[in-house]
């Protein structure tokens, strides 16, 4: 005969929850869409990235400059495992903003004037090269920096460099690229200040007179004709430069070679302070200030805190020379 087993409330014998562990939060609970592609329309090099994209078999967006943001946002809530963006580098720290520290990828097309960010990461400045590295190239961390949690991805500058892109920009509207440059660069050259600053490095601080701060993200080159640019294989962390004295042309012009691609011209360097870390704070003495993001001006408030994030894009850039 077959004896019953009594049957009890679940309540009787409860099972401890670690048995049954909640599982972990999901970025993406459900499988990634296909990489999506965006063209700043206003970039100079629209059409020529129009063109690669599509020779490379991509489906792009063409999105106006003050709808970026919003239409990458929508992309990534899509849960979108790879975003490609095609302009300048504006347009990239756009997007390196809003993807830093998660799991989609960022490919880029970069259409700008110099970009600086593609070539110190192995990403072809050909349009063509990079929209292929961008359907099939290796991800690997980049890092990027803060300041006031404004992301940039290169440089960051204070003093002369704001006069001469703020002039630059408004010279540009008449005359080219190269030609506003130099009128900009005399301009400014003839109404070069000097400020106070004050850095603070853990927890020391310095103040000094300058005309010219500069911070990259990454080891910088000191020596003429390549001062400021990033260093291969450098040092990871933040540059940061403070230019002193009072010698107004000596001072700009080889500050500006630092932000810039280097001069020839200038046969000495100026006085200046550099310190790599990972974080600092520049006080101006003034509550607001404009100051330089990958070379486009940004007001904000001060003191400025600047730190770097270690691999905090998953960035698509080409395979080193030699490999397949």
């Known amino acids: 005969m077959t004896v019953p087993l009594p049957s009890f409330p679940p309540s009787c014998f409860p099972l401890p929850a670690s048995l049954f562990p909640t599982p972990p939060p999901s970025r993406f609970p459900l499988p990634a869409s296909r990489t999506k592609a965006?063209?700043?329309s206003a970039c100079g090099t629209a059409e020529q990235a129009r063109e690669a994209l599509a020779r490379a078999g991509f489906e792009l967006d063409a999105v106006q400059p003050h709808e970026i943001e919003s239409t990458l946002k929508r992309a990534i809530d899509n849960r979108t495992k790879r975003i490609l963006v095609a302009g300048g580098d504006g347009t990239i720290a756009t997007a390196a903003a809003l993807v830093a520290n998660t799991d989609v990828e960022l490919a880029i097309l970069p259409g700008g004037t110099l970009n600086h960010f593609a070539k110190a990461h192995n990403i072809p400045t050909d349009l063509a090269k990079a929209a292929l590295v961008a359907a099939d190239g290796l991800v690997v961390g980049a890092d990027?920096?803060?300041v006031n949690d404004c992301v940039f991805l290169n440089t960051s500058s204070i003093g002369a460099y704001v006069t001469f892109v703020r002039d630059r920009e408004r010279f540009e509207k008449h005359v080219g690229y190269t030609i506003a440059s130099g009128?900009?660069?005399?301009r400014t050259l003839s109404e070069l200040r000097t400020f106070?600053?004050?850095?603070?490095?853990e927890g020391v601080s310095k103040t000094s007179r300058s005309s010219l701060v500069f911070i990259g993200v990454g080891e910088r080159e000191l020596k003429m004709p390549t001062l400021g640019n990033r260093v291969k294989n450098g040092t990871r962390g933040l540059h940061v430069m403070i230019v002193r004295?009072?010698?107004?042309?000596?001072?700009?012009?080889?500050?500006l070679a630092?932000?810039?691609?280097?001069?020839?011209?200038?046969?000495?360097?100026p006085e200046f302070d550099d310190f790599l870390v990972e974080s600092c704070r520049i006080d101006l003495n003034r509550p607001r200030t404009v100051i330089g993001l990958d070379g486009e001006l940004k007001k904000m408030e001060t003191p400025l805190d600047y730190h770097v994030e270690r691999?905090?894009?998953r960035l698509v850039v080409a395979p080193p020379e030699g490999d397949e």
């Open 38 to 40: 965006f063209l700043n």
């Open 144 to 146: 990027i920096g803060y």
């Open 183 to 186: 009128l900009a660069f005399v």
């Open 196 to 201: 106070s600053v004050t850095l603070e490095v």
């Open 245 to 255: 004295g009072r010698k107004r042309a000596r001072l700009f012009a080889v500050g």
């Open 258 to 269: 630092g932000i810039a691609k280097g001069t020839k011209e200038a046969e000495k360097l």
């Open 311 to 313: 691999d905090a894009l």
